[in-house]
Nanobody, 125 residues
Framework: QVQLVESGGGLVQAGGSLRLSCAAS????????MGWFRQAPGKERESVAA????????YYADSVKGRFTISRDNAKNTVYLQMNSLKPEDTAVYYC??????????????????WGQGTQVTVSS
């Protein structure tokens, strides 16, 4: 059974940092794109960051460029999201996702096949 398990969410003050981790089990995604999405209350799920199979290509939403960094460790089957200079508008449930069909970047939710359960990130002002 394939599972993606996120960790690292929590409550942080504006300007603070958090590091999210997503550990995959049940199959390897070392040859596949992975990404992070978020969904705030009353809003649609949006792509935050994505990374190609070998980490050579990355994508960031304009709202997080320069503040968030996505990375992966294929030996650990894990993807990370380092979030710095957090803002109250970053408050959301963050989901990691893995694609079985794409090696390079994927930014559309429909291009991902496996999803984690989500981790809450709350940024207080």
């Amino acid at each position: 059974q394939v599972q993606l398990v996120e960790s690292g969410g929590g409550l942080v003050q504006a300007g603070g940092s958090l590091r999210l981790s997503c550990a995959a089990s049940g199959r390897t995604f070392s040859n596949n794109a992975m990404g992070w999405f978020r969904q705030a209350p009353g809003k649609e799920r949006e792509s935050v960051a994505a990374i190609g199979w070998n980490g050579g290509r990355t994508y960031y939403a304009d709202s997080v460029k320069g503040r968030f960094t996505i990375s992966r460790d294929n030996a650990k089957n894990t993807v990370y999201l380092q979030m710095n200079s957090l803002k109250p508008e970053d408050t959301a449930v963050y989901y990691c996702a893995a694609s079985t069909r794409y090696r390079s970047l994927s930014t559309r939710a429909s291009e991902y096949d496996y999803w984690g359960q989500g981790t809450q990130v709350t940024v207080s002002s």
